[in-house]
Nanobody
Framework: QVQLVESGGGLVQAGGSLRLSCAASASIFSRNTMGWYRQAPGKQRELVASMTSGGSTNYADSVKGRFTISRDNAKNMVYLVMNSLKPEDTAVYYC????????WGQGTQVTVSS
C-alpha cells in the first residue's frame, strides 16, 4: 500500500512557527530519502528539504537556517519544523520519497500572513 498523509499546516503570522508531519507507508519510507516539497499558487513545485535514511540533510537556500527536517525511522514519519515564517513561505506542502515512487499525498496548506 502506498500512502502519504501530511498534516500540521495552518494560518500563522509572519515570524511564527509551524511543525508539519508526514505519515508514510513503509514501501515509500524504507531506505528512501524523504523530502518536503511546496507549491505556491502559480509556481512550480519545489523541493525545500530532504533527509536520507542515514540522516544527511539538504535545504533550499530560501529556507536554510529556518526550516529543520527530521524523521523517525521506527514510525515511518517525517517532520518539518518551520521557524521565522515569511509570507513567501505560503504554499501547499507535500512530503514524498525523493527517489520515488511518483506518488503525492493531499498536502497541507501553510498560509503566512504579513
Amino acid at each position: 500500500q502506498v500512502q502519504l498523509v501530511e498534516s500540521g499546516g495552518g494560518l500563522v503570522q509572519a515570524g511564527g512557527s509551524l511543525r508539519l508531519s508526514c505519515a508514510a507507508s513503509a514501501s515509500i519510507f524504507s531506505r528512501n530519502t524523504m523530502g518536503w516539497y511546496r507549491q505556491a499558487p502559480g509556481k512550480q513545485r519545489e523541493l525545500v528539504a530532504s533527509m536520507t535514511s542515514g540522516g544527511s540533510t539538504n535545504y533550499a537556500d530560501s529556507v536554510k537556517g529556518r526550516f529543520t527536517i527530521s524523521r523517525d525511522n521506527a514510525k515511518n514519519m517525517v517532520y518539518l519544523v518551520m521557524n521565522s515564517l515569511k509570507p513567501e513561505d505560503t504554499a501547499v506542502y507535500y512530503c514524498k520519497g525523493v527517489r520515488g515512487p511518483d506518488y503525492w499525498g493531499q498536502g497541507t496548506q501553510v498560509t503566512v500572513s504579513s
